[in-house]
């Protein structure tokens, strides 16, 4: 079914010596199939992902590319298979733009871990098209992976849900945040402000890390109920066996990272959760079992987010009537915004506006 013809054009990096010069180039969309929702985008969050692609810090990009996937706008198009959308529909697409649907991952709603799952860019499709994201007129993305705007919801805001916001919310949902619980949120950025937005509308008491004294404030004002400096000394030594859920957003760690010290603060099979994933020369520091074994704390990750988790979490957005610290500007101007979140200037997300059509 179609109801318009749309051009693909993106703010493209076409030489990676110059990663946040991006120049507007046509795209060749991916090859439209039955279970394909074709969408008109209106606006994009600026993702750390995006800076660690384009400064190559997670390894040789493809040329040219267009990156951005916290993508919101309307339906242009759709196949002959899909059910849920028409055209007109405003819809968001995140950090994944397809799987195989067939496999034990897909089938028990964890399509978000499909071995042979699509990014929304960098990635190749069989037929050798390159995927574009967000920063751009238009995209094409399997069913499974458009999710419906609630219309309480602006754009502006959703946008960022749609990685930022879907990133933390799963694990958090995942270890049980709730009434009772104590949740540590590490690193208050992009990720972290929605880490603590969700997870006090969850019912849990929050307690947030952070470096960075000027944030302490914004921080308090997002809902967090106690606020710990991370550069003073023994910081974690007060909340010893407190927390039962440690989530952590940096996409930086360095051997100086304290990593034994925040496990300690877990309380009995209490989980440490990374989402953030830094440059692939930046591991995790060193840990010892012992840093595990007197409290039986458990390490481990999260990728992304479900369909299932995405529409649960726009439902608590527009139930509590959330919304995320954005900055908003045209998409010409995308380049600033990515420099400024390299440089940590951002509070605490960008969201660009489509300007090329």
Request: proline share 5%; hydrophobic share 35%; with cysteine.
């Amino acid at each position: 079914m179609t109801s318009q013809t749309v051009q693909f054009k993106g703010y493209a990096m076409t030489d990676p010596s110059k990663w946040n010069d991006l120049k507007i180039i046509e795209l060749k969309p991916k090859t439209f199939e039955p279970d394909d929702v074709e969408i008109s985008i209106t606006h994009c969050g600026v993702c750390g992902s995006d800076v660690h692609t384009l400064t190559q810090g997670w390894g040789q990009s493809k040329l040219p590319l267009v990156v951005g996937h916290e993508i919101v706008g309307n339906v242009t198009r759709v196949g002959d298979k899909v059910t849920e959308f028409k055209p007109g529909d405003r819809v968001g697409v995140g950090a994944q733009r397809g799987s195989c649907l067939s496999c034990r991952e897909c089938k028990d709603d964890y399509e978000n871990y499909c071995p042979k799952g699509i990014e929304t860019y960098n990635a190749e499709y069989p037929d050798g098209v390159v995927a574009q994201g967000g920063y751009s007129t238009a995209i094409r993305a399997q069913e499974r992976f458009v999710f419906p705007i609630p219309d309480e919801i602006e754009s502006r805001h959703a946008a960022s849900m749609m990685c930022a916001g879907l990133t933390v919310y799963s694990p958090l949902k995942t270890h049980g945040a709730g009434p009772g619980k104590k949740v540590g949120i590490m690193g208050i950025g992009g990720l972290g402000h929605y880490a603590i937005l969700w997870a006090k509308a969850m019912g849990a008491e929050v307690y947030a890390f952070t470096h960075d004294e000027s944030k302490v404030e914004d921080i308090k004002k997002m809902g967090a109920d106690h606020v710990i400096n991370t550069g003073k000394q023994d910081f974690h030594k007060d909340l010893a066996r407190t927390l039962d859920i440690l989530l952590s957003t940096r996409d930086v760690f360095g051997d100086s990272t304290p990593l034994g010290d925040y496990l300690s603060m877990l309380y009995i099979h209490g989980r440490f959760v990374t989402v953030g994933l830094p440059d692939a020369d930046d591991p995790l520091p060193t840990l010892h079992a012992f840093d595990f074994v007197p409290s039986g704390c458990l390490l481990g990750g999260s990728k992304i987010g479900s369909k299932k988790e995405c529409l649960e979490m726009l439902e608590l957005a527009r139930s509590k009537g959330i919304k995320p610290w954005i900055e908003e500007l045209p998409m010409a101007q995308v380049g600033k915004a990515l420099q400024n979140l390299k440089d940590n200037k951002v509070r605490y997300r960008y969201v660009v506006k489509q300007d090329i059509v």
